[in-house]
Nanobody, 115 residues
Framework: QVQLVESGGGLVQPGGSLRLSCAAS???????VSWYRQAPGKEREWVAS????????YYTDSVKGRFTISRDNNKKTAYLQMNSLKSKDTAVYSC?????????WGQGTQVTVSS
């Protein structure tokens, strides 16, 4: 079955960096991958996406220039490199793929930006 497992979250000071990973299994990984986040008391927000075919990347405005999404198709893993982190980036980060018309989500990884 399709599985997505995120890792790499943690506590970091403002201005710091983290790299999140999304390890996929159970399908060919021949699809776009997206990262979302949900802060306490807020709705889930789309953060970034990367296509399968040509690796085009897309970002929400608030993370442009700070976050970088990438993928390693051989490892079936997507990444979210987060630099210059701010307190407002604090959230649970989840990856999502679509396979055979259905959305699949990982369990999420907590990112806390605090001094």
């Amino acid at each position: 079955q399709v599985q997505l497992v995120e890792s790499g979250g943690g506590l970091v000071q403002p201005g710091g960096s983290l790299r999140l990973s999304c390890a996929a299994s159970g399908f060919p990984f021949d699809t776009s991958v997206s990262w979302y986040r949900q802060a306490p008391g807020k709705e889930r927000e789309w953060v970034a996406s990367i296509t399968r075919s040509n690796g085009n990347t897309y970002y929400t405005d608030s993370v442009k220039g700070r976050f970088t999404i990438s993928r390693d198709n051989n490892k079936k893993t997507a990444y979210l490199q987060m630099n210059s982190l701010k307190s407002k980036d604090t959230a649970v980060y989840s990856c999502k793929v679509q396979h055979l018309g259905r959305d699949y989500w990982g369990q999420g990884t907590q990112v806390t930006v605090s001094s």
